[in-house]
Protein backbone atom coordinates (compact mmCIF):
# COMPACT_ATOMS: atom_id res chain seq x y z
CA UNK A 1 0.00 0.00 0.00
CA UNK A 2 1.02 3.25 -0.97
CA UNK A 3 0.12 6.67 -0.33
CA UNK A 4 0.78 10.21 -1.70
CA UNK A 5 -0.66 13.51 -1.43
CA UNK A 6 -0.48 16.11 -3.39
CA UNK A 7 -2.05 19.83 -3.36
CA UNK A 8 -0.76 21.79 -0.63
CA UNK A 9 0.12 25.04 -1.02
CA UNK A 10 -0.04 28.63 0.69
CA UNK A 11 -3.03 30.32 0.84
CA UNK A 12 -4.56 33.41 2.80
CA UNK A 13 -6.93 33.71 5.69
CA UNK A 14 -10.56 32.58 4.53
CA UNK A 15 -8.87 30.77 1.32
CA UNK A 16 -9.42 27.34 0.10
CA UNK A 17 -7.60 24.20 -0.27
CA UNK A 18 -8.15 20.88 -1.60
CA UNK A 19 -5.47 17.95 -0.42
CA UNK A 20 -5.99 14.78 -2.45
CA UNK A 21 -4.10 11.49 -1.71
CA UNK A 22 -3.67 8.61 -4.60
CA UNK A 23 -3.32 5.47 -3.25
CA UNK A 24 -1.89 2.60 -4.87
CA UNK A 25 -1.59 -1.06 -4.13
CA UNK A 26 -5.27 -1.12 -2.38
CA UNK A 27 -8.88 0.48 -3.47
CA UNK A 28 -9.59 3.47 -0.98
CA UNK A 29 -13.16 2.31 0.14
CA UNK A 30 -11.93 -1.13 1.43
CA UNK A 31 -9.87 0.72 4.11
CA UNK A 32 -10.05 3.26 6.87
CA UNK A 33 -9.01 6.35 5.66
CA UNK A 34 -8.14 9.34 7.36
CA UNK A 35 -6.20 12.80 7.23
CA UNK A 36 -4.14 13.82 9.65
CA UNK A 37 -2.08 17.01 10.52
CA UNK A 38 0.97 17.99 12.26
CA UNK A 39 2.14 21.48 12.89
CA UNK A 40 5.86 22.70 14.50
CA UNK A 41 6.16 21.70 18.09
CA UNK A 42 2.64 19.91 18.06
CA UNK A 43 1.18 16.30 18.17
CA UNK A 44 -0.09 14.90 14.76
CA UNK A 45 -3.88 15.28 15.34
CA UNK A 46 -6.74 13.66 13.34
CA UNK A 47 -8.53 16.08 11.12
CA UNK A 48 -11.11 13.41 9.12
CA UNK A 49 -11.82 10.20 8.70
CA UNK A 50 -13.79 8.61 6.36
CA UNK A 51 -14.82 4.53 6.81
CA UNK A 52 -15.07 1.55 4.13
CA UNK A 53 -18.80 1.81 4.75
CA UNK A 54 -18.79 5.72 3.88
CA UNK A 55 -19.57 7.26 6.98
CA UNK A 56 -17.20 10.49 7.75
CA UNK A 57 -16.03 11.76 11.42
CA UNK A 58 -14.40 15.22 11.93
CA UNK A 59 -12.03 16.79 14.48
CA UNK A 60 -14.46 19.76 16.20
CA UNK A 61 -11.82 22.92 14.61
CA UNK A 62 -12.90 21.49 11.11
CA UNK A 63 -16.47 21.01 11.45
CA UNK A 64 -18.57 22.94 8.70
CA UNK A 65 -15.21 24.06 6.53
CA UNK A 66 -13.71 20.65 5.48
CA UNK A 67 -14.75 18.05 3.95
CA UNK A 68 -13.61 14.27 3.15
CA UNK A 69 -14.19 12.36 0.51
CA UNK A 70 -13.10 9.47 -2.09
CA UNK A 71 -13.29 8.25 -5.63
CA UNK A 72 -13.04 4.88 -5.95
CA UNK A 73 -12.44 4.78 -10.04
CA UNK A 74 -8.99 6.70 -9.52
CA UNK A 75 -8.27 5.80 -6.21
CA UNK A 76 -7.93 8.79 -4.09
CA UNK A 77 -8.74 10.35 -1.52
CA UNK A 78 -9.63 14.08 -0.95
CA UNK A 79 -10.03 17.00 1.48
CA UNK A 80 -11.72 20.24 0.36
CA UNK A 81 -11.09 22.74 3.04
CA UNK A 82 -12.77 26.17 2.83
CA UNK A 83 -12.79 29.01 5.43
CA UNK A 84 -8.84 28.22 6.35
CA UNK A 85 -7.40 30.22 9.57
CA UNK A 86 -3.90 30.61 10.45
CA UNK A 87 -4.14 27.72 12.70
CA UNK A 88 -4.94 25.09 10.15
CA UNK A 89 -1.45 25.42 9.19
CA UNK A 90 0.41 22.24 9.19
CA UNK A 91 1.71 18.99 7.29
CA UNK A 92 -1.04 17.52 6.55
CA UNK A 93 -0.84 13.44 6.13
CA UNK A 94 -3.26 11.20 4.40
CA UNK A 95 -3.40 7.73 6.43
CA UNK A 96 -4.77 4.06 5.56
CA UNK A 97 -5.59 1.02 7.35
CA UNK A 98 -8.35 -2.12 7.58
CA UNK A 99 -10.06 -1.55 10.39
CA UNK A 100 -13.28 -3.20 10.84
CA UNK A 101 -16.20 -1.24 9.03
CA UNK A 102 -18.03 0.52 11.57
CA UNK A 103 -14.97 1.41 13.47
CA UNK A 104 -13.12 3.93 11.85
CA UNK A 105 -14.38 6.79 13.92
CA UNK A 106 -13.10 5.74 16.86
CA UNK A 107 -9.69 6.33 15.52
CA UNK A 108 -9.65 10.05 14.45
CA UNK A 109 -7.94 10.27 17.76
CA UNK A 110 -5.21 7.57 17.44
CA UNK A 111 -3.16 8.18 14.41
CA UNK A 112 -0.30 5.65 15.67
CA UNK A 113 -2.59 2.81 14.94
CA UNK A 114 -2.36 3.53 11.16
CA UNK A 115 -0.04 1.56 9.26
CA UNK A 116 -0.06 3.26 5.82
CA UNK A 117 1.33 6.92 5.39
CA UNK A 118 1.65 9.64 2.59
CA UNK A 119 4.61 11.70 2.82
CA UNK A 120 2.87 14.75 3.59
CA UNK A 121 1.94 17.83 1.90
CA UNK A 122 2.34 21.62 3.86
CA UNK A 123 -0.36 23.30 4.16
CA UNK A 124 0.42 27.23 4.87
CA UNK A 125 -2.63 30.23 5.63
CA UNK A 126 -1.40 33.42 5.87
CA UNK A 127 -3.09 36.15 8.24
Known amino acids: VQLGESGGGSVQDGGSLRLSCAASGHTVTSYCMGWFRQAPGKEREGVAVIDSNGSTSYADSVKGRFTISQDSAKDTLYLQMNSLKPEDTAMYYC??????????????????????WGQGAQVTVSP
Open 95 to 116: AADLFASGYCSNYIINPLAFSY
